[in-house]
């Protein structure tokens, strides 16, 4: 068998000089010279350039081919990954209060519905929706010609029976007149000043006051309207303490008790927090829901409105020195927390036991010491082992103030 190769050589020639170099098959056992040696033939010519052509593309796939095989990594030499930029805090003691956390509308504590008790034409209205008002103070007159001429013919006639008694009195002490006689006149009596008492009564009735102090919520008449008897004609709400009424699932029962403090924030005002307290706790739980009512109270400061919708918050514990940290740091796969805990350069993920948890720090009660740093920021990126970059310095979870807290 012979082995052809091909040198170009004499490309300033023309044409270009090509050799074919041969080396022939041999034996174990040939040892002439003919045998080992290699021989060079010039190609020139067509018949030169064409096969020179031909074994072009196959030099060039053989140097690529090498190229390439020198540029791949040795065997058993591993590409060093690279770090994971991420954002870190260290777990850290800091107050921490338990809450739960309700919303409901406001209502006035004290609310009336303000009813004619006579019917007559309304003559003067004196208030206005929006008003305010002190209890007692008159809100509209009635036509009271009627319930004036009653009160004045039952005080005349009260006025005769009392000028008769005297007289019958006179008599009895000296035996002119019966016993039976002079009972009658007093009974008499006794009825014309009853007769008369009611008649001012109904005449009182004609200008309707205000039952209790606060706002004049609604008004539905005007002067000149005809009102009747039991007609509401106005709404009064006591705004200067408001509640909300919320329903607890029966769980919370054992923590929730009357006087305990209560924070509220409305969307209308944000922003801004009102301090209130739990006013009473229903014994009962509601069969249906499971539910039971918690009533809070508030001092509205002139700010709260009835009708607000507001979220309530009630602290039922505090724990002045819990370890926590940013509730960002939490990793939650399928219930189990966890965190990312930054140890010589790499993430290790430790499970963690939760205790306490507001909008922004939860409290852990196993699985961390003070000082660890968890990843707060780049988590997405993260596996058990990989090795990260921190950015910036690591992010403190201290505070002087207690923060509420919902429990897990």
């Not at 319930?147 to 029976?161: E, F, G």
């Not at 009564?201 to 209790?212: H, R």
């Not at 009747?228 to 607890?248: G, M, S």
Request: charged share 20%; aromatic share 4%; with cysteine.
């Amino acid at each position: 068998m012979t082995t052809v190769t091909m040198t170009f050589g004499r490309w300033s020639e023309s044409p270009p000089v090509i050799y074919l170099c041969t080396t022939p098959a041999y034996s174990r056992n040939d040892t002439s010279l003919g045998a080992l040696e290699m021989k060079g033939h010039p190609l020139t010519g067509r018949h030169g350039l064409l096969l020179a052509a031909a074994a072009l593309p196959c030099l060039l796939a053989l140097s690529a081919c090498k190229g390439n095989g020198e540029a791949q990594a040795k065997p058993g030499e591993k590409k060093e990954a690279e770090a994971v930029p991420v954002e870190v805090a260290r777990a850290a003691h800091r107050p921490i209060a338990a809450s739960y956390v309700g919303t409901a509308p406001l209502e006035p504590q004290g609310e009336a519905q303000v009813v004619a008790k006579t019917s007559g034409v309304a003559l003067q209205v004196l208030v206005e929706e929006g008003q305010q008002v002190r209890a007692g103070q008159p809100l509209v007159r009635l036509d009271a010609a009627r319930a004036a001429l009653q009160a004045a013919q039952t005080s005349a006639q009260m006025h005769k029976l009392e000028n008769s008694f005297a007289r019958a009195r006179k008599l009895a002490e000296q035996q002119l007149m019966s016993a039976s006689d002079h009972d009658q006149i007093r009974f008499d009596l006794e009825n014309a000043r009853a007769a008369n008492r009611l008649a001012n009564l109904e005449l009182s009735y004609a200008t309707v006051t205000a039952p209790i102090s606060g706002v004049i919520a609604s008004r539905s008449i005007k002067n000149g309207n005809f009102v009747q008897i039991n007609t509401p004609i106005f709404r009064i709400v006591d705004t200067a303490k408001l509640e909300a009424v919320l329903n607890v699932p029966e769980r919370e029962l054992a923590t929730l008790k009357a006087g305990l403090p209560v924070e509220l924030s409305v969307d209308a005002m944000p922003g801004q927090t009102f301090k209130g307290a739990v006013d009473r706790v229903a014994p009962v739980v509601d069969s249906g829901s499971g539910t039971f009512r918690v009533i809070t109270a508030f001092n509205s400061g002139g700010l709260l409105q009835p009708g607000m919708f507001g979220r309530i918050r009630i602290n039922y514990d505090n724990r002045a020195n819990a370890l926590t940290v940013p509730r960002v740091a939490l990793l939650d796969d399928e219930g189990d927390p966890a965190v990312f805990v930054l140890r010589a350069g790499k993430v290790a993920r430790v499970p963690v036991k939760l205790g306490y948890i507001d909008g922004a720090f939860a409290e852990v009660r196993s699985g961390l010491r003070v000082g660890d740093q968890v990843v707060t920021a780049g988590k997405s990126a993260l596996r058990d082992g990989t090795a990260v970059q921190v950015i910036g310095a690591p992010r403190s979870t201290t505070a002087s103030a207690p923060s509420a807290a919902t429990q897990q």
